[in-house]
């Protein structure tokens, strides 16, 4: 299906894979919608509205949404809606999902462990460890510490990967031919980095406010590869998914995702109407940028050790949250760490991070103190209807997510967190 050339033109800045959550509403019934949700507990502030959060955002046109709420102990876990927009299957809390750029804070915990034992500095230029895929000034210019950050400057691969969704470099319109073109292939993370290092550069090394850019984690990849001597995904598996005691999360070896899960619908701003399902789809394209599958409450458990100190020293978590503003792929701008954003809420400071694949969106977010925990995800993407100027246009989906982030994050309006 093709747009015009004017629309393509409109679009030609919105591909935006794992930065963050992303905005034409597929139409759902509320008749085929479902509610499970655990019984309110004491303690859990806010929990009597979550379930009717969870709803207004089936209701405002998300197929599906699944959460689980963490306060001081106690847990709450909930569903809405349909798994599947062709039989009703509901989705069920524990679904596993692809949960797209939540993947960076795995790697950059990965990086941060190197660091405490002395392989890796962060300051250290990339090329003295990888001259070959970043040579010559550039690579003596960027630092271990700006891929981290997305201050190198190197620009987004994903552009060029899909060429065909931002109507560039050729062709007349845009189409969803690269989407389905590459649901099967095989990209070499070498490839990606190629496509990234050889577009022109989004900013000098270090400045401010950066980039954000996926080929930064793939780099990344390599980099850990280079000072373990295993693959990046088999490194963080054993020592960061293992070590977080996470059953449920890992690194897909094919297109398919195993354990129950949702189709995946993505509408691209109206470009797939309906949207389609991207739930089997070879992740290569993403790596150890965004292609993870977990659950939210492996999530919720991998935030708790990290910002508990358990995954990595306490030096480097306080290195990890040293933020500096970056520019994200749809243009907003975020305080970012070392693979973690930081987030002011009216109940405090949490620490997290967000994602998207084709059709999926995740966020998952710690309050500072450790008390509080959200992580929620939906599997539709990119609802927002575009208008003349090309800018998405809000929706209904937009004021129903930020109320329930509100409610799962601070509890009921008007409540403040209880003292540490």
Same mark, same amino acid.
């Given at each position: 299906?093709?747009?015009?050339?004017?629309?393509?033109?409109?679009?030609?800045?919105?591909?935006?894979?794992? @930065?963050?959550?992303?905005?034409?509403?597929?139409?759902?019934?509320?008749?085929?919608?479902?509610?499970? !949700?655990? @019984?309110?507990?004491? $303690?859990?502030?806010?929990?009597?509205?979550?379930?009717?959060?969870? +709803?207004?955002?089936?209701?405002?046109?998300?197929?599906?949404?699944?959460?689980?709420?963490?306060?001081?102990?106690?847990?709450?876990?909930?569903?809405?809606?349909?798994?599947?927009?062709?039989?009703?299957?509901?989705?069920?809390?524990?679904?596993?999902?692809?949960?797209?750029?939540?993947?960076?804070? /795995?790697?950059?915990?990965?990086?941060?462990?190197?660091?405490?034992?002395?392989?890796?500095?962060?300051?250290?230029?990339?090329?003295?460890?990888?001259?070959?895929?970043?040579?010559? +000034?550039?690579?003596?210019?960027?630092?271990?510490?700006?891929?981290?950050?997305?201050?190198?400057?190197?620009?987004?691969?994903?552009?060029?990967?899909?060429?065909?969704?931002?109507? /560039?470099?050729?062709?007349?319109?845009?189409?969803?031919?690269?989407?389905?073109?590459?649901?099967?292939?095989?990209?070499?993370?070498?490839?990606?980095?190629?496509? $990234?290092?050889?577009?022109?550069?989004?900013? +000098?090394?270090?400045?401010?406010? $950066?980039?954000?850019?996926?080929?930064?984690?793939?780099?990344?990849?390599?980099?850990? +590869?280079?000072?373990?001597?295993?693959?990046?995904?088999?490194?963080?598996?054993?020592?960061?998914?293992?070590?977080?005691?996470?059953?449920?999360?890992?690194?897909?070896?094919?297109?398919?995702?195993?354990?129950?899960? !949702?189709?995946?619908?993505?509408?691209?701003?109206?470009?797939?109407?309906?949207?389609?399902?991207?739930?089997?789809?070879?992740?290569?394209?993403?790596?150890?940028?965004?292609?993870?599958?977990?659950?939210?409450?492996?999530?919720?458990?991998?935030?708790? !050790?990290?910002?508990?100190?358990?995954?990595?020293?306490?030096?480097?978590?306080?290195?990890?949250?040293?933020?500096?503003?970056?520019? @994200?792929?749809?243009?907003?701008?975020?305080?970012?760490?070392?693979?973690?954003?930081?987030?002011?809420?009216?109940?405090?400071? /949490?620490?997290?991070?967000?994602?998207?694949?084709?059709?999926?969106?995740?966020?998952?977010?710690?309050?500072?103190?450790?008390?509080?925990?959200?992580?929620?995800?939906?599997?539709?993407?990119?609802?927002?209807?575009?208008?003349?100027?090309?800018?998405?246009?809000?929706?209904?989906?937009?004021?129903?997510?930020?109320?329930?982030?509100?409610?799962?994050?601070?509890?009921?309006?008007?409540?403040?967190?209880?003292?540490?």
């Amino acid at each position: 299906m093709t747009k015009s050339t004017t629309k393509a033109k409109r679009l030609r800045l919105m591909v935006r894979a794992g @930065a963050g959550a992303g905005a034409v509403a597929l139409s759902v019934s509320a008749s085929t919608g479902t509610i499970a !949700a655990a @019984a309110p507990k004491p $303690g859990i502030d806010g929990a009597a509205g979550l379930g009717t959060a969870l +709803e207004g955002v089936h209701r405002a046109g998300v197929p599906g949404v699944f959460a689980q709420v963490r306060d001081s102990g106690l847990t709450w876990r909930g569903a809405s809606g349909v798994a599947d927009v062709a039989t009703g299957r509901p989705v069920t809390p524990g679904m596993r999902q692809r949960v797209g750029s939540v993947t960076k804070t /795995f790697t950059a915990a990965a990086v941060l462990q190197q660091v405490d034992r002395g392989r890796i500095r962060l300051d250290a230029p990339i090329g003295d460890y990888l001259p070959e895929l970043v040579p010559g +000034e550039r690579g003596r210019r960027i630092t271990v510490r700006m891929l981290l950050n997305h201050t190198s400057g190197i620009p987004d691969y994903i552009p060029y990967a899909f060429p065909s969704l931002q109507g /560039f470099p050729s062709l007349p319109d845009m189409s969803s031919r690269s989407l389905d073109e590459n649901r099967f292939r095989q990209f070499a993370p070498e490839e990606l980095i190629e496509l $990234g290092l050889s577009a022109p550069p989004a900013g +000098e090394p270090g400045a401010v406010p $950066g980039v954000y850019s996926n080929t930064n984690y793939l780099l990344l990849g390599r980099l850990l +590869e280079r000072v373990t001597g295993a693959t990046a995904e088999a490194y963080i598996t054993r020592d960061v998914i293992g070590r977080a005691g996470l059953r449920e999360t890992s690194f897909p070896t094919g297109p398919w995702i195993e354990g129950p899960h !949702a189709r995946m619908y993505e509408a691209f701003y109206g470009l797939l109407d309906p949207p389609r399902d991207y739930s089997v789809y070879n992740m290569s394209w993403t790596g150890t940028g965004a292609a993870l599958v977990s659950t939210m409450d492996d999530l919720n458990r991998f935030y708790a !050790a990290l910002l508990d100190g358990g995954l990595v020293s306490r030096s480097s978590l306080a290195e990890m949250q040293r933020t500096v503003p970056v520019r @994200a792929l749809d243009g907003s701008a975020i305080q970012y760490g070392l693979g973690l954003h930081r987030v002011e809420t009216r109940c405090g400071t /949490f620490w997290g991070h967000d994602g998207t694949v084709w059709g999926a969106g995740t966020i998952s977010l710690t309050r500072a103190d450790g008390r509080r925990q959200m992580s929620v995800a939906v599997n539709l993407q990119r609802w927002n209807v575009i208008d003349a100027s090309g800018r998405p246009q809000p929706h209904p989906i937009d004021a129903a997510l930020s109320s329930l982030y509100d409610r799962a994050m601070c509890g009921a309006p008007g409540t403040r967190p209880a003292p540490a």
